[in-house]
């Protein structure tokens, strides 16, 4: 049996799963997240600021100290969109090497793609008819068309919620024309979507990662219920319902929200229009979440030796 921590370095958010492996299985052992803002006032222009980089290596230092606690000394650390187009993305990398050494690897969005899918399969049953897994994150959104026999159409948008606050700067709460000019930017951002999807005809969202699970939290505080597990459906009539309340509501209404984090709270009301825009335009009917994203895919990738640890 063996410890190793994965350690996922996003726009938002550092998450760190640290997990036991024996033979062809894997158990969770420790997950935390620290909100780092990576790519706030720079996203824009490809660069790091200097007091966001400090926020980055502080969160490390975080999840190092949690790995020394838990016994774990080998991780595999990846990072994502603001550090994937930063121009000073390599002074990241050689703090974090020299500080904790970690091995930061900068992968692109075919990648984080493929690693999202491999997570989302653990957690549910695909079968023939094509599914459509999307990864909100801070800088960019993963789109992968699938079925059982594999991704059939992946790619990677410039459309995180980080970078879209950013570009659009909406009202709080959001205004009809804060919402107009984000929908146009959308339909003209998600034409090669909208193209795979004539070709890969998908009626189901799989939505992995943070916001989803925030949308699910706030749906289950609702209802009463909790989580089935590794996946559970969020009706379409509820996503409606939830969407129309990130538009009417400001911050402060939002934060009071059972189920709301203070860490997405600022961003909500863009997601839901990511989510709302494929429900809308694109003849999407049913939502799930799948509680494993790109962390539990990169689990499997270690599993399946195509991730060496060093």
């Not at 790519?39 to 790091?48: A, F, L, T």
């Not at 190092?64 to 002074?91: D, P, Y």
Request: hydrophobic fraction near 40%; glycine fraction near 8%.
């Amino acid at each position: 049996m063996s410890r190793v921590a994965v350690i996922d370095c996003g726009t938002n958010t550092f998450n760190i799963l640290i997990v036991e492996i024996e033979n062809d299985s894997w158990k969770p052992v420790f997950s935390n997240k620290v909100s780092v803002k990576l790519g706030k006032g720079g996203i824009g222009q490809g660069v790091i600021r200097a007091d966001r980089m400090a926020r980055g290596l502080d969160a490390l230092m975080v999840h190092h100290h949690s790995m020394m606690n838990l016994g774990t000394s080998k991780s595999a650390v990846f990072a994502t969109s603001a550090l994937r187009e930063a121009s000073n993305a390599i002074q990241f990398i050689n703090k974090a090497r020299s500080m904790f050494g970690m091995e930061v690897k900068v992968i692109d969005g075919e990648r984080e793609a493929e690693l999202i899918f491999e997570g989302v399969k653990q957690t549910m049953d695909i079968g023939q008819d094509y599914i459509t897994v999307m990864d909100i994150g801070g800088g960019s959104t993963e789109f992968i068309i699938a079925n059982q026999d594999g991704i059939a159409w992946k790619h990677s948008f410039p459309l995180g919620v980080s970078r879209l606050f950013e570009q659009i700067q909406p009202n709080d709460p959001f205004l009809p024309d804060d919402s107009k000019r984000l929908e146009k930017h959308l339909h003209r951002v998600l034409e090669p979507l909208q193209a795979a999807l004539k070709q890969f005809p998908s009626e189901t969202i799989v939505g992995s990662s943070g916001s989803f699970d925030t949308l699910l939290d706030m749906y289950n505080s609702h209802v009463g219920q909790s989580s089935n597990g590794l996946s559970d459906v969020i009706p379409i009539n509820a996503f409606r319902s939830m969407h129309a309340d990130m538009l009417k509501l400001d911050r402060d209404q939002r934060l009071k929200i059972p189920g709301m984090l203070p860490l997405r709270v600022d961003f909500m009301p863009i997601s839901t229009h990511l989510i709302n825009y494929l429900v809308k335009h694109l003849n999407y009917k049913k939502i799930h979440r799948s509680a494993y994203a790109m962390k539990e895919g990169i689990v499997k990738e270690i599993i399946d030796g195509k991730i060496v640890l060093e």
